[in-house]
């Protein structure tokens, strides 16, 4: 929901399948001395979409961000930005303010001598003052921050103080917006009303948005696609619903959340563990696999000592809001004992050493060679 009331929000657009990029990384590599920092990076953003570029501490999104912005000399590839291209060896960089983009960073970056409406027009230039002073009122209006025109950034909170930065970047109309942990400095409650302000003004301003973050909820929040990245390269690009759901790789699956992990073999066109048994399509026969199971994947029966399915017991249950975390004990096929996690919707809080039978839920199960 958003925070502010002012705001003509409309239906949110999607992003523009078949138009032309706002922005185009081709070939993108770039070192750090020793350091391959972004290695071979290719990416599309389209008007109207947010992509974010996700992935652990130093993999390269940020300074794949600032190739893109100009705030960093291109080594080696191709940027364009709405069908020109703005860098590329051997040829003149385009400087960050000549590429009609805007920029907003952890730190909103705000002039602390300027009051807000004048921090917002400073980002209009080569307008008539009447006319920048009309826009930058109206970009605020839409921010929900009309009243905090005259007061001075130091007056406002964190969260308003980005919105701020996202109103100054926004103003002058920009094809392409490129955002760097926007909101990482923010507490979690402000964190949340902020992105999802920032979201809805994003989709109605039409231009393109490249974003990072290191959080996967957020990047799932914001994002019609994402870019999951290591070492700089982009490991998964799509969809929110892809990399959750069909993640190519280990790596992609376990960035999302923690998960269950058995190494077990295939067998009858199945694999089965202690958790459960589901198909194998594509699996040779007697393959070692190695399989990943989200703890909302294993749904948890309470059962008696007795029942002929009982090979778990719980350790503790935690409720964490909308569902509950089961930690179990969990006994293998030769009775072996291993820890794992359930997350059951709700409340739902069974006793330590409740016997449990367990059951799988397959489309939560990813399996991979075990190589
Ligand atoms: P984080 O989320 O921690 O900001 P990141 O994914 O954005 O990480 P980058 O900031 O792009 O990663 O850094 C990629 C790698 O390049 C890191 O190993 C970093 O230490 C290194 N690096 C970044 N900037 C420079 C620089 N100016 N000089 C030397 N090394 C750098």
């Known amino acids: 929901m958003a925070s502010f009331p002012h705001t003509a929000v409309t239906a949110i657009r999607e992003p523009e399948d078949r138009a032309q990029p706002v922005l185009s990384l081709r070939h993108i590599s770039h070192r750090f001395d020793d350091l391959l920092a972004v290695d071979d990076v290719s990416l599309d953003v389209l008007p109207g979409e947010v992509v974010c570029l996700l992935g652990p501490s130093g993999c390269g999104k940020s300074t794949l961000l600032r190739l893109a912005a100009g705030l960093e000399v291109l080594q080696s590839g191709e940027v364009e930005l709405g069908g020109r291209v703005v860098a590329a060896p051997g040829r003149p960089q385009v400087p960050p303010e000549k590429r009609n983009l805007g920029l907003m960073f952890q730190d909103s970056a705000l002039f602390p001598h300027l009051k807000v409406l004048d921090n917002v027009m ?214 072996e004992e291993f820890h794992g996690h359930s997350r059951m919707p709700g409340v739902f809080l069974p006793p330590p050493d409740q016997p449990v039978a367990l059951e799988l839920d397959p489309s939560q199960v990813f399996i991979y060679p075990a190589s």
């Open 122 to 335: 400073f980002g209009l230039s080569g307008l008539a003052p009447a006319e920048r002073r009309r826009r930058a009122l109206a970009m605020l209006g839409k921010l929900g921050l009309a009243t905090h025109a005259d007061s001075y950034p130091h007056l406002l909170s964190g969260g308003q103080q980005q919105r701020v930065a996202l109103a100054r970047a926004l103003a002058p109309a920009p094809g392409l917006m490129l955002l760097d942990e926007p909101f990482s400095a923010l507490d979690a409650r402000l964190r949340e009303q902020t992105r999802d302000d920032t979201l809805h003004v994003l989709k109605n301003s039409g231009a393109g948005t490249l974003m990072v973050t290191h959080d996967p909820e957020e990047a799932m929040f914001m994002a019609d696609r994402i870019a999951l990245m290591r070492d700089g390269r982009i490991v998964q690009l799509g969809t929110p619903y892809e990399l959750y759901c069909h993640p190519v790789e280990p790596f992609v699956a376990r960035f999302f959340g923690e998960v269950n992990e058995v190494v077990t073999q295939v067998q009858d066109g199945h694999i089965t563990c202690a958790f459960g048994s589901v198909p194998a399509p594509g699996f040779e026969e007697g393959s070692e696999v190695r399989v990943l199971i989200r703890p909302e994947a294993v749904s948890v029966r309470l059962v008696g000592e007795t029942h002929p399915h009982q090979r778990s017991h719980v350790v503790v249950s935690r409720l964490l809001g909308r569902t509950s975390l089961l930690h179990l004990c969990v006994h293998g096929e030769q009775g």
